[in-house]
T-cell receptor
């Protein structure tokens, strides 16, 4: 177990409401990532962080924001949820890719926007 | 820009057959890292291997083997004597070291091992 926890694991929300997903790690890894997984698209990077308060956009960042105020927590916020954001969201952590660390993934959060 | 292509969307083979999953990548960097992950039906993502761009040696781990060829920008994954438990979605991924280290994934190959 890589010490990475996502919460909630399942959520149903209404269109237009804000939603926050939490990723918590106990590994003190520097890098944290949020991906979404959709049929036919694989895993797409939403946002990532390379340190506290250091974040950057990924491939599909529109409609999402992130925050990392502590090493261990990386929050993903859907500012106004839309049906197109129905997906499975994965958080991942790594020390630094290639430097004897691999990326570990959380169990995923299934989000349904109705 | 970095890109990973897994052209095989879905593959079905009969148990005990060998199967190769293709992965082709694009990068401008000379230093980069390649990964394979497995996602079984239960949904979790399981790390299988990491390879850096300076190490072109093929790797074997039990029934799994990986063929890294920089000349063709490929990092293919072979399962020998496949088993039903190998049924999963397999993802290839790339990270360009020295830039922002983000890890980009291919779309995955769904592998069905038929009994």
């Amino acid at each position: 177990d890589a010490g990475i926890t996502q919460s909630p694991r399942h959520k149903v929300t209404e269109t237009g409401t804000p939603v926050t997903l939490r990723c918590h790690q106990t590994e003190n890894h520097r890098y944290m990532y949020w991906y979404r997984q959709d049929p036919g698209h694989g895993l797409r990077l939403i946002h990532y962080s390379y340190g506290v308060k250091d974040t950057d956009k990924g491939e599909v960042s529109d409609g999402y924001s992130v925050s990392r105020s502590k090493t261990e927590d990386f929050l993903l916020t859907l500012e106004s949820a839309t049906s197109s954001q129905t997906s499975v969201y994965f958080c991942a952590i790594s020390g630094r890719p290639g430097q004897n660390t691999e990326a570990f993934f959380g169990q995923g959060t299934r989000l349904t926007v109705v | 820009a970095q890109k990973v292509t897994q052209a095989q969307t879905e593959i079905s083979v009969v148990e005990k057959e060998d199967v190769t999953l293709d992965c082709v990548y694009e990068t401008r960097d000379t230093t980069y890292y390649l990964f394979w992950y497995k996602q079984p039906p239960s949904g979790e993502l399981v790390f299988l291997i990491r390879r850096n761009s300076f190490d072109e040696q093929n790797e074997i781990s039990g029934r799994y083997s990986w063929n890294f060829q920089k000349s063709t920008s490929s990092f293919n994954f072979t399962i020998t004597a496949s088993q039903v438990v190998d049924s999963a979605v397999y993802f290839c991924a790339l990270s360009e070291a020295g830039r922002d280290d983000k890890i980009i994934f291919g779309k995955g190959t769904r592998l069905h091992i038929l009994p």
